[in-house]
């Protein structure tokens, strides 16, 4: 099972989304079989990035919610925020805001990882623009923009010049958007 799965990631790494999909659709099949819940829960949350990363984003918000409540019934928290933060994005890219909104903020809430907290906190922050609530979109900006984390801090500038669009803040924009770009030549 463990070497189904490692080398359905390998595939995904090589862009063999067809094969990735066959190899971890059988490594559910046998974790199912087995009784091994957390490596179901697993394999559900990388089918449903696998469906994310080639544009079924349906598919893989309904195969991210099995993948959530198998993790919540496991108590396997580090599996949950990550799977969590994906379903966020999927829910995104359908337009439901709302629960893009719902997903992202429990994955900062049972964060330990302040960085990934922040990098949670940009994801919100797109969110809340794309429903119109500014303010609070500044807010979550003001938070991430504190990181350490140069990709982050990035991310968050970047993100911070598509609010400043919204805002009829053009100037700031594009001040916004050199200061990312001088962050990401930065980091290579």
């Known amino acids: 099972g463990d070497m189904l799965n490692n080398y359905g990631f390998c595939l995904i790494a090589l862009g063999d989304f067809d094969r990735a999909l066959e190899l971890h659709t059988q490594a559910l099949e046998l974790f199912t079989r087995l009784g091994q819940k957390g490596e ?20 893989a918000l309904e195969t991210l919610r099995t993948a959530i409540q198998e993790q919540e019934n ?7 925020v990550s799977t969590l933060r994906i379903a966020g994005n999927a829910a995104s890219s359908i337009g439901q805001h709302d629960l893009a909104l719902e997903y992202l903020r429990r994955s900062a809430s049972l964060d330990a990882n302040p960085d990934n907290v922040s990098r949670t906190r940009v ?25 350490t984390n140069k990709l982050v801090k990035a991310d968050s500038f970047a993100e911070r ?9 053009t100037a700031d924009a594009l001040a916004d958007l050199r200061t990312a770009d001088r962050t990401y030549r930065g980091l290579g």
């Open 74 to 80: 496991n108590s396997d928290t580090r599996a949950l």
């Open 40 to 59: 179901r829960a697993m394999e559900l949350t990388a089918l449903g990035t696998l469906y994310f990363r080639v544009g079924d984003a349906h598919r």
């Open 161 to 169: 010049a598509r609010l400043r669009v919204a805002q009829g803040r």
């Open 123 to 147: 994801l919100i922050a797109s969110e809340l623009r794309h429903i119109g609530d500014m303010r609070g979109a500044e807010s979550e900006l003001a938070r991430s923009l504190d990181s």
